[in-house]
């Protein structure tokens, strides 16, 4: 079984905080996403990675960048929180084409900034 | 504008009978998978079922099944014989950003009556 873990499951900070929320995914999949959750909007991708160093904007990549320095991992940087960053974040690897292409997510983590 | 649409924000259903849950969407891809996903109280996303559009057989996982219309862009799951560990938040998720982009619904909350 895919196995995808994020660093916190909850998380509160303050407001210009800087937050680093990890993501270790253990199937060597090349592709990896993050997503925030907000009520009544789904999930949205807020930046993906297809390789190690590799990286594409979402649809919400303002006020976040990432990390890929390892294939495993997955970092999301919050460079100075802000209160309307409160949300759920949720971290995902995908398997290739050949197996399905299926996006597997870790459990999350809920973050609030004060 | 690319969308995905889940039409039925909640559905209830008693215990052992049938309920099936709509997704629309818009893409210009003629290749591609699409999901649904449950996510229960605990808030992990687990994946229900994968339809690839250029296969005419419907999928199955056991208890659940698909609808796919790819002319229509219509993708439902029908879930047969409901229990109440079926209890969730379903989220359909097609690749409308691009093959290598899904985009969810909002979500259609489902409950299971005893």
């Known amino acids: 079984d895919v196995k995808v873990t994020q660093s916190s499951r909850y998380l509160v900070k303050r407001t210009g905080e800087k937050v680093f929320l990890e993501c270790v995914q253990d199937m060597d999949h090349e592709n990896m996403f993050w997503y925030r959750q907000d009520p009544g909007l789904g999930l949205r991708l807020i930046y993906f990675s297809y390789d190690v160093k590799m990286k594409e904007k979402g649809d919400i990549p303002e006020g976040y960048s990432v990390s890929r320095e390892k294939k495993e991992r997955f970092s999301l940087i919050l460079e100075s929180a802000s209160t309307n960053q409160t949300s759920m974040y949720l971290c995902a690897s995908r398997s290739p084409r050949g197996l399905g292409e299926t996006q597997y997510f870790g459990p999350g983590t809920r973050l609030l900034v004060l | 504008a690319q969308t995905v649409t889940q039409s039925q924000p909640e559905m209830s259903v008693q215990e052992a009978e049938t309920v099936t849950l709509s997704c629309t969407y818009d893409?210009?891809?003629?290749?591609?998978?699409l999901f649904w996903y449950k996510q229960p109280p605990s808030r992990q996303m687990i994946l229900v079922i994968r339809q690839e559009a250029y296969k005419q057989q419907n999928a199955t996982e056991n208890r659940f099944s698909v609808n796919f219309q790819k002319a229509a862009k219509s993708f439902s799951l029908k879930i047969s014989d409901s229990q109440l560990g079926d209890a969730a938040m379903y989220f359909c998720a097609p690749p409308v950003g691009g093959a290598q982009k899904l985009v969810f619904g909002q979500g259609t909350r489902l409950t299971i009556n005893p």
């Open positions: 893409t210009s891809e003629s290749d591609y998978y």
